[in-house]
């Protein structure tokens, strides 16, 4: 583990963006490795979907960088949609609590679901959301998150396609954010006083 945190340091984004909040993010993963890792998992969702016209549905807001990446990278006809759930409002412990803030305008019954997430942390939101979509009757029903924290986990989720297992640090950048910000970084990075 600290292999990986120590990289973060002297790496930081101080010289080249100007963020009005402190502290700085440091990167854990660049944005060349954030490539080669998404197109690993295009490769593996190459060999399971083709012919299948699944329906991929990205989680709000974290996962639309990594959901543009990916499908650009996957060569055979597929749909998108989102869902717009909240569990940690603008704080960045769990609450526990899920809530759909804007749910799916596709049919899910009979189709084939690939959940995009960016992070499963506590598992909280994601085991959610996969059994709301399983309550709608889809023909399979699976998972690809960019990122995992599992040192975290209280609910356990199973995972199909996986980027990065990340540390238990509180990660930013590539869509993700602190309080709406820094989601424009385009390296995976940690904040330095966490
Ligand atoms: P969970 O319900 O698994 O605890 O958390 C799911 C959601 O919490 C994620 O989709 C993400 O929005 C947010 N989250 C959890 N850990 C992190 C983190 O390290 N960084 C950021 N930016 N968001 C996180
Ligand atoms: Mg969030």
Redesign the pocket.
């Known amino acids: 583990m600290s292999t990986v945190i120590d990289r973060v340091s002297g790496r930081g984004y101080n010289h080249r963006v100007e963020m009005k909040s402190e502290p700085k993010p440091g990167i854990l993963f660049t944005r060349q490795e954030i490539e080669t890792t998404v197109r690993r998992l295009a490769a593996e969702i190459s060999q399971d979907y083709p012919g299948k016209h699944p329906l991929l549905v990205g ?1 709000l807001k ?2 639309f960088m990594f959901m543009a990446d990916l499908i650009r990278l996957l060569d055979f006809p597929l749909e998108v949609e989102f869902i717009n ?1 909240s ?2 409002g603008r704080g ?1 412990e ?1 609450s526990g609590r ?1 809530k759909v803030v804007q749910g799916l305008r596709t049919q899910v019954k009979g189709r084939h679901v690939l959940v995009i ?10 085991a ?1 959301l996969l059994d709301y979509l399983r309550k709608r009757k889809p023909a399979s029903l699976r998972l690809c998150t960019l ?1 995992d ?1 599992p040192s ?1 986990r ?1 609910v356990p ?1 199973a995972i199909d396609y996986l980027g990065f297992t ?1 540390p238990d ?4 950048g590539y869509g ?3 309080d709406e910000e ?1 989601r424009n970084l385009p390296d995976i990075c940690t904040l330095k006083d966490e």
């Open positions: 989680i974290g996962s759930l569990s940690y960045r769990s899920v997430e960016d992070i499963v942390d506590t598992g909280l939101t994601t959610f990122t924290k975290r209280q989720v990340v640090k509180f990660i930013v993700l954010d602190r820094f």
